[in-house]
């Protein structure tokens, strides 16, 4: 695992352009310096960006039966969060920092950019998004199915609670718009 820039993750980036497809958002549900193998990409809580791999076409197991052409992307943090069957929740002692989201956000929108990665739903998503999608989110709350809630929740620039997927996306757009 090794710290990277921008500018180096982009040359990296082109080497697997035209083979990922899709990139999932997720945190590791531990600590703000903890780093998994599981991610492409770690972000600590200062923001900091790690790789664990430099080719990007590497499959780890990120996501349920989705690693195939995707990178997975995690913010180091939420290793005491809770979710409770009412919906409400508690992100903790290391709830994810602007910092971390920022630097997510400028991630997914450099990579959606050199790989010609839509940026919608359908190719940019959180684990509790997919999670949904598979039978094993949110939606679930309150059965035994119900596991992952990644990013299910943020707040927005307004400092409203908002899907994590929409705000995560709309600030990758914002920064792609910025150049």
């Known amino acids: 695992m090794r710290k990277v820039y921008f500018d180096e993750i982009a040359q990296l980036a082109k080497l697997a352009k035209g083979k990922i497809h899709k990139l999932y958002l997720h945190w590791t549900a531990g600590h703000y310096d903890s780093k ?3 991610y492409h990409f770690n972000i600590t809580g200062n923001g900091n960006i790690y790789v664990s791999t430099d080719d990007f076409t590497d499959i780890l197991s990120h996501t349920w039966q989705r690693n195939t052409a995707s990178v997975g992307i995690a913010l180091c943090c939420c290793s005491d ?3 409770f069957a009412d919906g409400t929740f508690n992100y903790g002692k290391e ?4 910092a971390q989201i920022e ?3 400028m991630l997914v929108a450099l990579l959606t950019e050199i790989w010609n990665i839509p940026l919608d739903e359908q190719h940019v998503m959180t684990h509790a998004e997919a999670a949904d999608l598979d ?4 939606r679930m709350m309150g059965t035994p199915e119900f596991e992952k809630w990644d990013l299910w929740r943020l707040p927005d620039y307004d400092g409203g609670w908002r899907s994590g997927g929409v705000v995560l996306r709309g600030k990758a757009i914002y920064y ?3 150049g």
């Open 36 to 38: 998994f193998d599981d």
């Open 95 to 98: 709830p994810p920092t602007r």
């Open 103 to 105: 630097a997510m956000s």
């Open 135 to 138: 039978g094993y989110g949110p």
């Open 176 to 178: 792609r718009l910025r």
């Open 81 to 83: 969060a809770m979710i």
